[in-house]
């Protein structure tokens, strides 16, 4: 543990578990007085932790790790303190003090500087400790040599009049007139004796009138701020438009589909709009103002603010990391995100402007970036988007087949005083856009920017794999060929089982119509590896169209075919997603690829035995394949069910190499056989029988018909089928 030492009497214990490394992580000193207010000392600024109490000690920085001593649990750290100096200020809020104003006029009291909003502020220039106590009119008598107190005009808050200028004088802001507050003297609070004008306030909104008492004891920095409001000859231009807006998860191409969530993985959420509804609105910004001018830098601008704000709000059951990933696209030269916030299951991001613009040419150039990162779409022309990654489910608070929506909204301002130079008009722009969904990209479940999800956890499940050699699996005995021979080595999966479980399934469900099972959000994927052994050779230029399939049917097709070193990774999938609209639909593709003996086969033509591989060598393929298939089925009785699976292929025991040394792995091993040896295999040929031992095929293959058939089994397991299979 760690304890951490004020040097006044305050102890904080953080009481952390011993790690291996036994080391211990330093709190800050903001982290600290969190735990305990009272550690920070008045009039104290916090300067280091260091190892001894006297400060003489090693420093040790705040986050770092600190190793704990040898013969103990715990590591004591010091603070070291200095003395806090105050500061006193008076704040233009924005402005410029003029040349006659009390703090111009004496530098020798005030140091005039500029904040970050471009408006001066003068401070005193003396800076004293909190144990001195003492007051302002002690610092402005002393370095005025008597001739300034808080009662100077300028200074004083409140005043009587609203005519001095002393105040009404004081400073200019562009575009803006001095503004004050009035609270009138009255007895009992009906006679009336006067007024009490307040030009300073204590905030920079302007919302707390100051009154300052220069007799008081300093006990913490203090600014005050003069109050503006804008000048009421200035035409104000307000202009709102609609922001299109779309929300998705993985891709926009899939913006108009549930996006399925399981409960082991992580998922974003993005939410885009269009900035041509910027840039046209910055277009009529233009035209507004500059009247045919054709030099924008003429077009002066001052008070430009714009601010853009995304809102994400994620459904119970979704777990909202404390500090979620966020990235961005299209937000070009002209918007920076400035603060990413986190509340409850609200993720906000607020984006505004990157730079400072003097005139209308450099915000029209900026505007112009806008958008550029992305390619465009019909939709969306410019895009601009925000993206929160670590999304993930809280496993106890969701279930499977239940639907989230996660909801977003956009809203954005844009403000600024535009000045042509040439004719000597000003304007105010206020310009406001608020984010709609775009109708082509809505949700299935909605109007609005939002993304449905349902939970969907997928059910693994292995599938018997095999491979063989032209057309000849092995299981006793190692099948032999010659150095220099070429071969075919195929892949399969047996789906016998599969079939014969749907077949219980649907006589178990009666009278529903498979054409009144719809089904949505149809997935399916698999990927089968094929890895030949250093003596091995693959063919040369393997493409789709080169690599054979067997009873595929129409339905599915290899969509990918890639070869690196000695693996050739083939991906299969549905010929056309698109018409699988029904259950019947996707039963007729099923039926195709199963109808012949129950396996599905994938071939490499022409793999060859180098020539110089010594007689006796041993030669082992090994393949893998991995699936996927989910779907959303809606039966006309209103039932809904999702469905997902997801398989590995494990060898058939049946074929399993002879050499194997466990039981799962897809593989086949050639002997290198003796000059005299006959190129045929060792052993004959395992008869093919119809049903129990078709001749097999590439797990990769045999997958996606897999896939395609446990699909249909859970389908039927929730919605209830009529038909009744044959065996086949």
Known sequence: MSGYHNGNGVTVIERVATNAGRTVNVLSNTDVNNRNSNFNITGKTF?????????????????????????????DLYAEWEEQHLTVSFSANGGTFSANSVFKQNPNVFDITTDANGGE???????????????????????????????????????????????????????????????PVTFFWHCFFGHNYHYWFTDAAGNSPATINGGATLTNDVTYYLKWKEDPSIQKIELASDLPADMWSDSQNNTTQIKEVSNNQSFSLTGAIDATSIVNQMTTFENGIAGGLSDLTKITLS????????????????????????????????????????????????????????????????VDTVGKDDAATPEIARPLTVTVDGLTLDPTKVTNGQELTATGTLTGTFNSYAKNTITNVTRKFELSW???????????????????????????????????????TEHNQVITMKAGTTFNLTGSILASSIQEQMNNIER???????????????????????????????????????VQVSNFGSGFKVSDVQVSGRTVTITFELSDPSSIRTYSDLERIVDEASANDGWMKLTIPGVTIDSNVAAGTQLTAVGTVTGSFSAIADSAAGNRKVFSFVWNGVQWPDGKDAVATDNDTIQLTITVAEEETPETPSTPAKPRKKKKTPNTGDASVMAPMAALLAGMTAVMTSLGITKRRKNK
Do not use: C
Request: proline share 5%; net charge negative.
């Open 47 to 75: 300067k280091r932790w260091t190892t001894q109490a006297n400060g003489a000690g090693d420093e040790v920085a705040a986050n770092s790790s600190l190793a704990v001593p040898a013969g103990t649990d715990t590591v």
């Open 121 to 183: 502020v003068a401070t005193i220039k003396t800076h004293p400790t909190v144990a001195e106590q003492t007051t302002i009119n002690a610092l402005l008598q002393n370095l005025s040599g008597n001739t300034l107190t808080t009662s100077t005009d300028g200074i004083a808050s409140p005043t009587s009049t609203n005519t001095n200028t002393a105040y009404t004088e004081i400073a200019t802001l562009e575009n803006h007139i001095l503004d004050n507050t009035d609270a």
């Open 303 to 366: 008070g430009t603010t714009s601010t853009f704000t995304a809102k994400l709000t994620l459904p119970e059951g979704v777990v909202v990391p404390a500090n979620p990933t966020v990235t961005t696209s299209g937000l070009g030269d002209l918007f920076e995100v400035t603060n990413v916030s986190v509340n409850g299951q609200e993720v906000t991001v607020t984006m505004t402007l990157k730079g400072r613009y003097s005139n209308y040419q450099q915000l029209k150039d900026a």
């Open 434 to 472: 608020d984010g709609v969904q775009i109708a082509a990209n809505r949700d299935p479940r909605g109007n609005g920017i939002q993304q449905t999800l349902i939970v969907n956890n997928p059910i693994e499940m292995n599938l018997p794999a095999d491979m063989l050699a032209d057309e000849n």
């Open 508 to 546: 178990s469900y009666p009278n529903t119509n498979h054409d009144t099972i719809t089904l949505s959000n149809l997935k399916f994927k698999f990927t089968a590896t094929l890895t030949v052994p250093e003596g091995m050779t693959l063919p040369n230029n393997l493409t789709t169209s080169t």
